[in-house]
Nanobody, 116 residues
Framework: QVRLVESGGGLVQPGGSLRLSCLAS????????MSWHRHVPGKERELVAS????????NYADSVKDRFTISRDNAKNMVYLQMNSLKPEDTAGYYC?????????WGTGTLVTVSS
């Protein structure tokens, strides 16, 4: 079955950096677009970044452009989110996503807290 496992979240000071990782299994990873989303309770989930199947095309939300970088390693079934210059408003649960056969699949998420 499809499984997505995120890691790398934690507490970081404003201006700091974190690297999130997502290990995928149960589907043809190298054939699919992968994305990172974030969610704050009480707000709508936000698409943060996406990356094409072979990593040549990336897209970012305006709120994270020039600060976050999405990448992938198809040999390891991993997708990453490098987050730099973090701001308190980046505080959220971060979720890895793949859309397969008309269905969204999500991991359990990793919490990022940006606070001094």
């Amino acid at each position: 079955q499809v499984r997505l496992v995120e890691s790398g979240g934690g507490l970081v000071q404003p201006g700091g950096s974190l690297r999130l990782s997502c290990l995928a299994s149960g589907f043809a990873f190298s054939s699919n677009v992968m994305s990172w989303h974030r969610h704050v309770p009480g707000k709508e989930r936000e698409l943060v970044a996406s990356i094409s199947s072979i990593g040549t095309t990336t897209n970012y939300a305006d709120s994270v452009k020039d600060r976050f970088t999405i990448s992938r390693d198809n040999a390891k079934n991993m997708v990453y989110l490098q987050m730099n210059s973090l701001k308190p408003e980046d505080t959220a649960g971060y979720y890895c996503n793949v859309y397969l056969r008309d269905k969204d699949y999500w991991g359990t998420g990793t919490l990022v807290t940006v606070s001094s």
